[in-house]
Each structure stands twice: as structure tokens, then as C-alpha cells.
């Protein structure tokens, strides 16, 4: 980072605690305007490990019993960031008990008390602010029972004052989810709190025209990450519920942002209600998608062939999601993975085939390696990735490294078959660095049953030939010939949930629901089993799980490796298998 960014930065913080420092002194709201409804859906089962003194966060744990939240040393600014945007209060919600309202209410006033005045520039991050009014506004009937009228004052005090700082520091929140929450957090608040009417209409234009430069006409954000349109989608429709109730028109630009959302967030779930996990995303939180869904009108998918740079096969009860598309560059892509056509599979309520997923919750080490290719399913080559990390930004208070040497154009082409639904797409990803072109293909039969895939690497130019020739003759061993060649892995994550046992026809995977599905190849490969985990930050510590593995070498100017997956035992009770274990509240 240039020392002008610094200084830059530097400045937003000060500027930011200034601002909210005047905004708390400025005369408070009075009331409500109306009682509203909470919103968010929490977590039983995390708030009862909050009443227990188990701090979980970011993927990081704390145990504190007895310990006011805010005394607490934060491990990691990630930890502290899920602090100030309250996401506790929903899980605190969730637990139906007097004990858990009055834990609520010391964090609320402990927050007031050290931080509503300015103290902190993280806190008032506006992105945070923004969540955290809303999330205090949604739960105000909890937050002031009980309370005494200077209590409920001080705390009305304090939401006034962030709809105030909110309409002057929404511009400075990062471009992205952060600046969306930043501006739904301010048409909320000045909706329902009394005396801030007159800020509804100018935020709603901002929201609006953020709507517009954010969410392109398919629905898609910049950043490509799933979990992410998520959030925006359930940020929008609160905003435009609370509108509805309060006999407001909503901005024409919010309310078609909302109907291009939805279709592609039904494109992008997967048979068993999550979401496909790519570009730093995870399945959502449960329950999160179908209470968003079920809250737009809009009830397609999207039917252009792709949904934000992802083409979907779908059949019977199973679901594939491929990522079709470059992956995000410049300062959108500081959480983005190196994932071009890598693929999940999920098999009714079951997911199959899956990617490591976002490790950024555990640590340094484990985000690096999350956002590589070896960890998605698709091929790489000698453990390059298709895309590298490259220069560091900012998403809040962490640090990220930008994807480089990036993928330029994925072809791809979507058709039907008399067999099935085809996937074909390219990316020149190895180009640069190998001279090798990686294509795949893959095919979902009509039942849902039957998944080929063919996997191929092409020296296509004259130039591309003779860098794959020089990467080739590097490797070659005068004492061992059979070294020559450029190595490359097709790799086949597996959930955790799915047991692999080698046979004389491949490898058979067993599922929870009862259902086998059979993996076998056509190629010269050597095929292995081996670790791998299964990264979600709702753990509090990676997921061993295994990976199939075709190793290989490229020699001519084409390779071809043929793969499938056969469905060879349908199982028992496969339409009632709702039970699911990607959830760990356990310590």
C-alpha cells in the first residue's frame, strides 16, 4: 500500500469518529414510529453457547465466562468486526428466555457506553453501523423492556445519532456489500425513527443508484461470491418490507434490483437449499435463503444460461454449479478464489462433490489455501493456480491480496442432448505460464443420475506449443525418462458426509441418505484417495474430510481424461432426508 493510501486511510478513520462523536450530541429521537418487526433469524443454538460464556466469531472461539463482551480481548479484527455489527443480537433473540434478553440488554448499554461517543474507528465503520442500527431497531422491544426511561433515551440517542452519521459517511463504506448496508441502515432507520422522515427520500436515491452501479442486469455482483448476493438481497427486502408497511414508495431502481436478485440466487442454490460455495462464500446461513426467497415475488430462475458467471445443470434430485466465468479482478476480487470451472455436485439434501471453501476464518495460512485451485474441483497444474494472489487491499480492517494473471475470456456453451444437459467451457489460465489450455465438459444425464466429465489440456498456438515444450524438456530426467511431461491433479473434493471405498469398477461413495454413487475414469491417470477439508466458518475448526485425485502427465498437445459418477444405488428413504450436519455448535 502507497504511503498516500495510508495517509488516506488514516484520515476516513479519524474523519469517521469525529463525525459520529458530533452526531451523538446532536438532539435525539423522541421514539419509534412504529413497533417494528425483527427481521433476522438467528441461531438457538449459538445463542445458548453465548449465554455459556462460549464467544464464537469469525470463525475464532473465546471463552469467557461471566465476562462483559466488550472487556474481552479481541484475537483477530475480524472477531471484533462481528462485535460491533451485532450479529449477536439475532442468536440472543432466538433463545426464548429472560436470561438471554437481559445478556442482550448489558451488551447493547456496554456498547453505548464505550463506543457510542466515537471511540472507536471500527466500530464505526459505516458498513457495521449500518447493520447494527438495523439489527437494534429490528429488536427494540427486547432491547427496552424493562428498561428505565433514561435507559431507553441513551439508547435512542445513540440510533439517532447513527441515522445522522450514517447520512454523512455512507459515501466513504467500500464499495460493495458494506456501502449497500451502510445505505439500508439508513433508509431503515430514518424510516421508522421518529422526526428522521425527511432523510428517506434522498437515501433512497443513493440506494437506488448504488442498486444500479452494484448489481449488474443479470443480477450478479462484481465479487461473484454467493453468500454475498445473499446478504445484499435480505438487506434490500428489509429495506423495502419496512417500506411497504409505512405506505412509502420504493424507488423503482430498488425494487428491479430485488427482481434480478432472486432469480439468480434460485440459480445459484443447490438441491439441498444451499448456496454454492465459490469466491469466498459459503451455503448461508440456515434458513437465511428460503426466508429471503419466500419474500420476493419473483419465483425463476435465471434462464440465460448463466447466473453471475455460474452455469447451473439440473435434473431429477441433482444439481451441479460450475463456475463458467473470470474470476473478479482488482479490488473486488480480495476475497475471490482462483476457481474457474470447478464444479459441485449435490445429490438431493446431500451434497457430493463440493470445494474447500473460504478458510479465512482460520487464519492466514488457511485462506491462502482456500482461495487456490488445488482446493476447488477442477485440475491444476503442478500446483499453480489459475489465477495468482498479487497485490494486497483493504475489506475492512483485514488485508487481502488481489487475484492477478487472471483467466481472460471462459467460453462456454450450454445445450441439451438426448442424453442430457452439457456444460463445454475453456480458460486460459496455464497459457502464461505452462502453454496449456484447460477445457472441460460435462454432462448431466436427464434423471439426475449420471454425471460424465471430460477434462482436457491443449496446446492450441505455435507459441503456446513451444512453451509447453520448454515447460516439458525442464521436467524430463536423463536416470528416469518417465518423468518427462507437465504434471497436472484433477482433484474431486468430497463432503465430509461421504464415505469413499475403492471397488473394482472405481471408487464408491456412500451417502447418509443411503444413496451410492460410483466414480471411475478413462485415462492413463493414476487414481488416489486423499485428505482434504472441508473449510465453514460456522466451525470452530476445519472439517477433515478426503478428495479423489487423477494425477497425471501432459506429454502431447492434447491430454484427454474421461471421468463420471453413476448413481448406482437410489436408497431408501432418500425423499424424507432432511437431517443435516454442516453446522458444529458443539465445544
Known amino acids: ?185 439508513l433508509v431503515y432507520g430514518a424510516l421508522l425513527l421518529r422526526g428522521k422522515r425527511g432523510l428517506v427520500a434522498p437515501a433512497q436515491a443513493a440506494l437506488g443508484a448504488e442498486c444500479v452501479a452494484q448489481i449488474d442486469a443479470q443480477g450478479g455482483l462484481p465479487t461473484r461470491n454467493p453468500e454475498e448476493l445473499l446478504e445484499v438481497f435480505t438487506l434490500l427486502t428489509w429495506v423495502q418490507t419496512a417500506l411497504d408497511d409505512q405506505s412509502e414508495l420504493t424507488d423503482t431502481r430498488i425494487t428491479r434490483a430485488i427482481s434480478r436478485l432472486a432469480p439468480t440466487l434460485r440459480s445459484l442454490r443447490h438441491t439441498d437449499g444451499g448456496l454454492a460455495r465459490f469466491h469466498g462464500g459459503g451455503r448461508g446461513a440456515e434458513g437465511r435463503l428460503e426466508l429471503a426467497l419466500a419474500a420476493s415475488p419473483v419465483k425463476k430462475r435465471q434462464t440465460d444460461g448463466l447466473a453471475m458467471g455460474f452455469a447451473r445443470l439440473s435434473a431429477g434430485r441433482s444439481s451441479v454449479i460450475i463456475d463458467a466465468a473470470p474470476p473478479p479482478q482488482g479490488l473486488v476480487s480480495l476475497n475471490a478464489h482462483a476457481s474457474t470451472l470447478a464444479f459441485e455436485l449435490t445429490s438431493g439434501r446431500r451434497p457430493v462433490i463440493v470445494n474447500c471453501g473460504s478458510g479465512a476464518v482460520f487464519g492466514e495460512a488457511w485462506r491462502r489455501a482456500g482461495r487456490a485451485t488445488p482446493s476447488h474441483s477442477t485440475l491444476a497444474i503442478e500446483e499453480y493456480s489459475s489465477a495468482r494472489l498479487g497485490a494486497p487491499g483493504l475489506i475492512g480492517a483485514a488485508r487481502r491480496e488481489m487475484l492477478e494473471d487472471t483467466p481472460g475470456a471462459v467460453p462456454i456453451e450450454l445445450y441439451d442432448r438426448d442424453s442430457g444437459r452439457r456444460f463445454e467451457g475453456a480458460h486460459s489460465g496455464y497459457v502464461s505460464t505452462h502453454g496449456l489450455t484447460h477445457a472441460r465438459l460435462i454432462e448431466l444425464s436427464h434423471d439426475g443420475a449420471w454425471l460424465d466429465g471430460e477434462d482436457l489440456l491443449l496446446a492450441m498456438e505455435d507459441d503456446d506449443k513451444r512453451r509447453f515444450d520448454q515447460r516439458k524438456d525442464e521436467t524430463l530426467g536423463f536416470d528416469d525418462p518417465g518423468n518427462a511431461g507437465v504434471v497436472f491433479a484433477l482433484r474431486f473434493h468430497l463432503h465430509p458426509d461421504v464415505e469413499a471405498t475403492e471397488s473394482m469398477e472405481g471408487i464408491e461413495l456412500a451417502l447418509r441418505s443411503g444413496e451410492r454413487w460410483l466414480f471411475s475414469h478413462e485415462s492413463d491417470c493414476e487414481m488416489t484417495q486423499e485428505s482434504s477439508v472441508y473449510l465453514e466458518k460456522a466451525r470452530l475448526r476445519p472439517r477433515g474430510t478426503g478428495q479423489i ?29 432432511f437431517a443435516r450436519d454442516d453446522t458444529d455448535h458443539s465445544l
Not at 451523538?24 to 429521537?29: D, N, P, S
Not at 487423477?550 to 506429454?555: C, K, M, Q, T, V
Request: glycine letters at 8%; charged letters at 20%; aromatic letters at 10%.
Open 1 to 185: 500500500m502507497t504511503h498516500s493510501n495510508r495517509w488516506r486511510e488514516r484520515w476516513v478513520c479519524w474523519r469517521n469518529k469525529r463525525v459520529a462523536r458530533a452526531c451523538y450530541r446532536a438532539r435525539f429521537v423522541t421514539g419509534f414510529v412504529r413497533q417494528p418487526e425483527p427481521r433476522t433469524l438467528g441461531a438457538y443454538a449459538r445463542g445458548r453457547q453465548l449465554l455459556s460464556g462460549n464467544l464464537h466469531f469469525a470463525g475464532m472461539l473465546v471463552q469467557a465466562p461471566g465476562a462483559t463482551l466488550w472487556e474481552v480481548a479481541p484475537p483477530d479484527p475480524a472477531w471484533e468486526e462481528e462485535l460491533h455489527s451485532f450479529a449477536w443480537l439475532d442468536d440472543l433473540a432466538a433463545v426464548p428466555e429472560p436470561v438471554a434478553a437481559k445478556l442482550a440488554q448489558t451488551w447493547v448499554w456496554g456498547w453505548l457506553n464505550r463506543f457510542a461517543t466515537g471511540q472507536s474507528a471500527l466500530a464505526w465503520e459505516p458498513g457495521l453501523a449500518g447493520q447494527r442500527l438495523m439489527r437494534c431497531v429490528q429488536h427494540a422491544s427486547i432491547l427496552t423492556a424493562g428498561r428505565s426511561h433514561a435507559d431507553i433515551e441513551k439508547l435512542l440517542q445513540s440510533l439517532g445519532a447513527h441515522v445522522l452519521y450514517l447520512n454523512k459517511r455512507w459515501h466513504v463504506a467500500s464499495v460493495g456489500s458494506d456501502r449497500l448496508a451502510a445505505l439500508s441502515g
Open 549 to 577: 485425485v487423477l494425477s497425471g502427465r501432459a506429454i502431447k498437445y492434447a491430454t484427454r481424461i474421461r471421468w463420471s459418477l453413476k448413481k448406482v444405488i437410489e436408497g431408501t428413504g432418500v425423499t424424507r432426508d
